[in-house]
């Protein structure tokens, strides 16, 4: 049984215009994906921006309609269920926002913000909530005496960790985490990182962990898709995507990761040159008349590429 399984999601969003508002057009901003998560494993939701992984994101947790297709959480269709059940489930699958300036309410104090979905799911006493808080604040490396604090007390690296505080208090099985680093210092990120593993381990969490950087979640995920204009050009293992990957746009997107080695900086700008020209001069091979990718066709077990 798979944990999550996402069958062919389509999310459309409405363009209105003229007097009367009508639907004139419509943003495929999700065109048609299918995907697994395995439980424990992280999986990493790539692209450039605007192909339409925080719309993936959102939509698994309910916040987005979906057009159509199935989410399939523990065998149960997410988009298919009455309030009551979707609720349930909702306690499971917690989110992680990109910005922790802007997800975190500013006049709230620690206390009110950690504890918003515990109120929201469990009738717990003051003190059984104050404790409870406390604990996972101190999980997250915070002082569990900050409770009282406002979020502009804290920097940026530990407002994300009161955001993981808040998400792990109702023992969530899937986490997603929506560029859950981009908002921060490099010198933070990979702090944030690492910790995002630990508590994977102790909390035996899967994430679901987008962002439009693959040097980023190079470290992270198990398995990885890469998204373009709401589908999926490749999906395969870490290794599969980064040693030997087969779409040309996922060659881009590597080759556009900066190696940290310096002798290695003529090599990289070559070999960009040359794979921004196999871009232009292979679009056939790799888009159909319309620009869309082609469906994806399994290369290995692991490994699947839209080729014609
Ligand atoms: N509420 C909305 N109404 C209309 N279009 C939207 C809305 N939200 C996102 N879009 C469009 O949908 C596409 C996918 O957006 P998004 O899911 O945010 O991509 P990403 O997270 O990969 O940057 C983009 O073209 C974006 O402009
Ligand atoms: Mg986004």
Redesign the pocket.
């Known amino acids: 049984m798979a944990f999550l399984k996402v069958n062919n999601l389509k999310v459309y969003?409405p363009?209105r215009g003229g007097f009367f508002r009508r639907v004139v057009a419509h943003?495929k901003?999700v065109d048609d994906i299918s995907f697994e998560l395995n439980q424990g494993e992280t999986y990493g939701l790539v692209?450039e921006?605007?192909?339409?992984?925080?719309?993936?994101g959102r939509t698994i947790m309910g916040l987005i309609k979906a057009t159509s297709g199935e989410v399939l959480f523990e065998n149960q269709d997410l988009l298919k269920m009455n309030r009551r059940d979707f609720n349930q489930h909702r306690k499971d699958i917690q989110m992680i926002f990109q910005d922790p300036y802007s997800s975190l309410n500013p006049r709230k104090r620690v206390l009110d913000i950690v504890a918003e979905p515990l109120r929201n799911f469990e009738r717990l006493s003051p003190a059984e909530e104050k404790k409870k808080v406390q604990f996972y604040l101190e999980k997250v490396g915070l002082n569990p005496e900050a409770i009282y604090n406002y979020p502009h007390e804290f920097s940026g690296g530990q407002r994300q960790r009161i955001g993981i505080a808040r998400a792990l208090t109702l023992k969530p099985k899937l986490i997603i985490a929506d560029e859950p680093v981009s908002a921060l210092d490099v010198s933070v990120q990979a702090q944030v990182l690492n910790f995002m593993q630990d508590i994977q381990k102790e909390f035996n969490l899967t994430y679901l962990f987008?962002s439009?950087d693959l040097g980023i979640i190079q470290h992270m995920c198990d398995r990885i898709g890469i998204?373009y204009r709401?589908q999926f050009v490749e999906e395969g293992t870490s290794r599969d995507i980064y040693t030997n990957p087969q779409h040309i746009y996922t060659k881009r997107l590597i080759s556009a990761i900066p190696d940290i080695n310096p002798e290695n900086r003529e090599n990289q700008m070559k070999l960009r040159q040359e794979i921004n020209s196999e871009y232009k001069n292979s679009y056939d091979k790799y888009f159909n008349a319309e620009g869309k990718v082609y469906n994806l066709k399994p290369i290995s077990d692991t490994h699947l590429v839209a080729l014609p």
Do not use: L, W
Request: proline share 0%.
């Open positions: 969003y363009i943003v901003a692209g921006s605007g192909c339409g992984k925080t719309t993936t987008i439009h998204m709401g």
